[in-house]
């Protein structure tokens, strides 16, 4: 399955929020859609869902009008919250019937989350007696307990410990081995680089960069060696063109890029280097480049 | 409308299982069943005897002529151990200021006197009362004096008129306690449900719920399906009530038959019924959108107060007009009459003059016509306000932001 969103255009009164964007997702694959807050991912991510209707544009799903009827999408959202003073087995089963399913695959489908994420024992009490953490976790059974083609988890991390942080990559992997499409929304970088293969960076309102993830990093101009050594204070000062990098390392900029093999040997040869390689952006280096500067 | 009849039943759920509501209903129940059911109870430890009512308050009678109309203040102020007195007004004053004495009549002849009293009671009938024994007594005296027989003259002051009413409209006198109950029933329900309704929706809102809900249902099921789940909820709640004071009255009916009152108060004529069912339900309807409206526009639930604040004032003025017009004997005013088309005022207007005045027909089928359009047209505005509110957060909007949003929607 491919869904594609294609120039989506959506003002609210005066304010222009989405300007023309595009994106496209694969089944089996996770995305990530990026940006800085207020660039436009939740107006994004409700026109998908439905919300509310898009000024113009439109989403298609293997090239057709996308049917909603069919497709069934999960949200995780980043303002998390249920009702609080409602048993928590009522409330999750209430949310699943109104996806469409009936109250008995509903029963059967939340335990079935309960006891994956180890709640089973939460599953008859209010839900305000819980923890932080493990009310993320009920709230995530709502976006996966029918089972639906397309998951949406936004900022699904934040307020995890790291054993709950593992859990939920189990089961985000779970679901891309399952050939769901996994729409990701996150400021932790690396989280999104685990998962994500192609991402989307939003910036006021307009998608300043999307595709493959290990693609647009090989894109970048492959000027510049990492280089980790023990001798760092000698490299910097006899090899031309070498800057502080992060973390002790030296960053060592090449006058040709078509020479990098030979400066990689000779500055094997001249140092005692622990490591050499070519540099690669992060993908936090990226986002602040295109992100950072909101128009 | 998907999922509507899911969120319905949830909607509902939520009611018929929050202790507040069942407990309020529980003990209203049982409360009634104890009022209606004490006569018997009463009866059953009744063995007969009257019992000693205890001392009663002392009221004194002094003066020129306090002689001649002692006999029939007693006779006439049951409630009061009624003693001649002979003495100083300065000790008699004393004595009330002691409380040994409530009140006293100081006889100035038998067209003027004095009152001495502690505390005049707000409700204190006793100079009216003394007022017409006085006269009583000075026009036997004067007709005896003129030279009639003190008998015939007792005979004529003493005749009796019988008189018959037959009513050929309502009987306003029957109907008033009922229909001031249905009324304050009608004003209770709604008030309480609507600003019910208002708060539902903001918690979802402020708890964030609201978030998954909208990508899950459409916001016309949601603001329908919670209304008409508390409308039911009130039913439910007003028949159970309602219900059981009737069936309590029924099982009790041969000890109440006594107390006009309680017989004529249960004495609802079956198409006054109907008409309370259908303007309760248009009415509930069209508070209960606005209401959810408004809360849909609330981020927090503090806001909700100031939000609902104008729609309450409407609906307490014309509350108070018909309650007005009710205890006023006013029902057919102008203003009721202009009221009853009004669709915030006409289901309590119309409903109060139903009951309390002959309507036309077809002034009924017009109120109920306009009500019912405006229920409409009420529920479509509602639920495109609904729509847009509930992903507004922030500072609540203002009228005029939401009219603009409106012509968008």
Redesign the interface.
């Known amino acids: 399955m491919e869904l594609k969103i294609c120039d989506i255009y959506k003002s609210f ?1 005066d304010k222009e929020v989405l300007k023309g964007v595009s994106l496209t997702a694969q089944s089996g694959k996770a995305f990530g859609l990026l940006g800085r807050n207020g660039a436009g991912k939740t107006t994004t991510i ?1 026109i998908l ?1 439905d ?2 209707p898009a000024d113009s544009g439109e989403i298609l799903v293997d090239g057709a009008p996308i049917d909603y009827s069919k497709i069934g ?1 999960g ?1 995780l ?1 980043e ?6 003073k ?1 048993k928590i087995i009522d409330q999750l089963v ?2 699943a ?3 469409g399913m009936g109250r008995s695959d509903a029963v059967k489908a939340v335990d079935h989350w309960l006891e994956r994420l180890g709640m089973s024992e939460y599953r008859n009490k209010r839900l305000d007696t819980l923890s932080k953490g493990n009310q993320q976790k009920i ?1 995530l059974i ?1 976006a996966l307990a029918h089972d639906p083609e397309v998951v949406i988890l936004d900022e699904p991390f934040s307020g995890l410990d790291p054993v709950n942080a593992m859990l939920l990559k189990d089961v985000v992997k779970e679901q891309i081995a399952k050939g769901k499409i996994v729409l990701f929304s996150s400021h932790q970088m690396n989280y999104i680089e685990e998962f994500c293969d192609s991402i989307a960076i939003l910036n006021g309102g307009q998608v300043v960069l999307s595709g493959d993830l290990h693609q647009i990093k090989r894109d970048y101009p492959r000027d510049r060696l990492v280089v980790r050594s023990a001798q760092s204070e000698q490299i910097l000062a006899q090899v031309a063109g070498a800057v502080p990098g992060e973390d002790g390392a030296v960053l060592v900029e090449l006058a040709d890029p078509a020479q990098k093999q030979a400066v990689m040997r000779q500055l094997a040869e001249r140092f005692d280097v622990d490591e050499i390689r070519v540099f690669e952006p992060s993908l936090n280096d990226i986002f602040v480049q295109y992100a950072g500067d909101q128009e | 409308m998907k999922f509507f009849g899911k969120i319905l039943r949830f909607e509902l759920k939520n009611y018929l299982t929050n202790k507040v509501f069942v407990g309020i209903t529980v003990f209203l129940m049982v409360a009634l069943v104890l009022v209606l059911f004490f006569p018997r109870i009463a009866g059953a430890f009744d063995d007969g005897t009257v019992e000693e009512t205890g001392d009663k308050p002392v009221m004194l009678v002094t003066g020129d002529g306090a002689q001649a109309v002692f006999p029939s203040f007693q006779a006439a102020f049951t409630d009061y151990d009624v003693r001649l007195y002979e003495g100083a007004v300065e000790q008699l004053q004393e004595q009330i200021r002691e409380e040994a004495v409530e009140c006293a009549f100081v006889l100035d002849g038998l067209t003027s006197y004095s009152y001495h009293v502690g505390n005049l009671s707000l409700y204190d009938a006793n100079t009216a009362v003394a007022d017409e024994l006085l006269r009583e007594v000075y026009r036997l005296e004067a007709m005896v004096g003129s030279g009639l027989a003190a008998d015939d003259a007792a005979q004529i002051m003493g005749t009796q008129i019988s008189h018959e009413v037959i009513t050929l409209g309502k009987d306003q006198m029957k109907n008033y306690l009922y229909t001031y109950v249905m009324i304050m029933a009608l004003y209770m329900v709604i008030a309480l449900y609507g600003q019910m309704v208002a708060t539902n929706v903001a918690t979802e809102k402020s708890s964030r719920a609201m978030e998954l809900l909208i990508t899950s249902a459409k916001p016309t099921s949601m603001m329908f399906g919670k209304v008409i789940a508390s409308c039911l909820a009130g039913l439910i709640q007003l028949v159970a009530v309602f219900g059981t004071a009737l069936v309590g009255f029924q099982l009790n009916r041969d000890y109440w038959d006594a107390d006009g009152m309680m017989a004529s108060f249960f004495d609802i004529p079956l198409d006054l019924l109907v008409y309370m069912l259908v303007f309760f339900v248009l009415g509930f309807f069209i508070y209960a959108f606005l209401y959810g409206a408004v809360g849909s526009t609330a981020s927090k639930l503090e806001d909700i107060n100031t939000s609902v604040m104008p729609l309450t004032m409407v609906f307490i003025a014309s509350y108070f007009v018909v309650l007005f017009s009710l205890t006023g004997d006013s029902v057919d005013s102008t203003l009721m009459k202009v009221c009853s088309y009004i669709p915030f005022a006409s289901p309590m207007a119309m409903f109060t003059r139903i009951a309390m005045s002959t309507v036309p027909t077809v002034e009924i089928v017009i109120s109920i016509a306009i009500l019912i359009a405006s229920v409409v047209g009420v529920g479509v505005v509602s639920a495109k306000i609904y729509r847009v509110g509930v992903l507004l957060y922030g500072t609540s909007p203002k009228i005029w932001d939401i009219i603009k949003m409106l012509r968008k929607a």
């Open positions: 009164g409700r869902m919300v509310f999408f949200y959202p303002e998390r919250g249920l009702y609080p409602k209430y949310f019937e109104l996806k709230q709502t």
